[in-house]
T-cell receptor
Framework: DARVTQTPRHKVTEMGQEVTMRCQPILGHNTVFWYRQTMMQGLELLAYFRNRAPLDDSGMPKDRFSAEMPDATLATLKIQPSEPRDSAVYFC??????????????FGEGSRLTVL | RKEVEQDPGPFNVPEGATVAFNCTYSNSASQSFFWYRQDCRKEPKLLMSVYSSGNEDGRFTAQLNRASQYISLLIRDSKLSDSATYLCVVIRGYGGSQGNLIFGKGTKLSVKP
């Protein structure tokens, strides 16, 4: 059963530390997304890749966040330095990116980040 | 005004009840609409697409009203297992690009015995 895999599932860190989250999209999917979810804001798009190329990262604080896809099987989201307001659940999702399935994204289980 | 708005609820209903949620969207150029379901502390999962003619999947019916710019989800004969948060999703603009998926904050449903 194909699924999106995210690590770590939980992370507690102190303010100022670097945090790296990793995602393995479903094999064959060509779109990858990073979302952040909080009670206040809901799901916010941070970054979007198609065929490994970054297409949209306008939702991401550029001064501290960075997203990359070094290869088709790995997407990373890095926060440096982390701040308490970054505490949230970070979801990675992948999709086929075709007009036939525009709305179907497959989400990973999320990385729950707590910054003290 | 937010692009996609939902009543956060919670909607507390007894088993067997019929419950309906609405979701409004502000961009009249939006073309594609979906409902996702998110269980507590889990990831969102696609529940169903919303077609212009309306569509049904078992106890679930989704409808689109373009004139009033809202979509709805109706759940009949609700089950305890339907308890979850239901997220309205809209693809902004034309082209159907997944990069333009906009999620609502969700409506929480709690079905009680």
């Amino acid at each position: 059963d194909a699924r999106v895999t995210q690590t770590p599932r939980h992370k507690v860190t102190e303010m100022g530390q670097e945090v790296t989250m990793r995602c393995q999209p479903i094999l064959g999917h060509n779109t990858v997304f990073w979302y952040r979810q909080t009670m206040m804001q809901g799901l916010e798009l941070l970054a979007y890749f198609r065929n490994r190329a970054p297409l949209d990262d306008s939702g991401m604080p550029k001064d501290r966040f960075s997203a990359e896809m070094p290869d088709a099987t790995l997407a990373t989201l890095k926060i440096q330095p982390s701040e308490p307001r970054d505490s949230a659940v970070y979801f990675c999702a992948s999709g086929q990116g075709t007009s036939a399935f525009p709305g179907e994204l497959f989400f990973g289980e999320g990385s729950r980040l707590t910054v003290l | 005004r937010k692009e996609v708005e939902q009543d956060p609820g919670p909607f507390n209903v007894p088993e067997g009840a019929t419950v309906a949620f609405n979701c409004t969207y502000s961009n009249s150029a939006s073309q594609s609409f979906f409902w996702y379901r998110q269980d507590c502390r889990k990831e969102p999962k696609l529940l169903m697409s919303v077609y212009s003619s309306g569509n049904e999947d078992g106890r679930f019916t989704a409808q689109l009203n373009r004139a009033s710019q809202y979509i709805s989800l109706l759940i009949r004969d609700s089950k305890l297992s339907d308890s979850a948060t239901y997220l309205c999703v809209v693809i902004r603009g034309y082209g159907g690009s997944q990069g333009n998926l906009i999620f609502g904050k969700g409506t929480k449903l709690s079905v009680k015995p």
